[in-house]
C-alpha cells in the first residue's frame, strides 16, 4: 500500500488506511468548502452545501468502520461470565475462589483485554 497523499492504491485496504483515505477526504473537502464561500472563482469545485454532506459522509463511515455493536464486545462478554461465576460461587455455600482471587481475575482479564481490542462501542 503506497501512502494515500500519492494517491496510488494497490491490493486491498485495512480499514485503518480506507480510514485514512476518509480523513484525507475530508481534509480535502473542508478546503474546497472553505474556497467556494471565500472566492466566487472556486464555484466549479462544487458547492459549500455539497463539501459539508461529502465531509459529514465520510465522518460517518469512519463512525461505522471503527465502532461495533455491543453484543460483540469481547469485554462485556467476559465480564457477563465473570459476573456470572461470582454469582455462582455465592450461591453454591462454600468459596469455590476467594473474592480476592475473583477480583484479581477480574482485573488480569479486562487488563488482557483492554491491550487487544481498540474499537468503541455503538449505542
Given amino acids: 500500500m503506497i501512502n494515500v497523499n500519492d494517491q496510488i492504491y494497490t491490493g486491498p485496504m485495512t480499514i485503518s488506511q480506507t480510514v485514512e483515505q476518509f480523513e484525507f477526504r475530508i481534509l480535502v473537502h473542508e478546503y474546497y468548502a472553505v474556497l467556494v464561500v471565500q472566492d466566487t472563482r472556486y464555484l466549479n469545485y462544487g458547492s459549500n452545501r455539497f463539501h459539508l454532506w461529502a465531509i459529514n459522509g465520510y465522518k460517518e463511515a469512519i463512525r461505522h468502520m471503527t465502532t461495533k455493536k455491543w453484543y460483540t464486545s469481547k469485554t462485556i462478554w467476559a465480564n457477563l461470565l465473570m459476573a456470572a461465576g461470582i454469582v455462582v460461587n455465592a450461591t453454591v ?13 477480574v482485573v488480569i ?13 455503538t449505542k
Fill in 93 to 105: 455455600g462454600e468459596d469455590i475462589l476467594s473474592p480476592e482471587v475473583q477480583g484479581a481475575i
Fill in 109 to 121: 482479564v479486562n487488563m488482557v483485554l483492554r491491550l487487544v481490542t481498540g474499537s468503541a462501542l
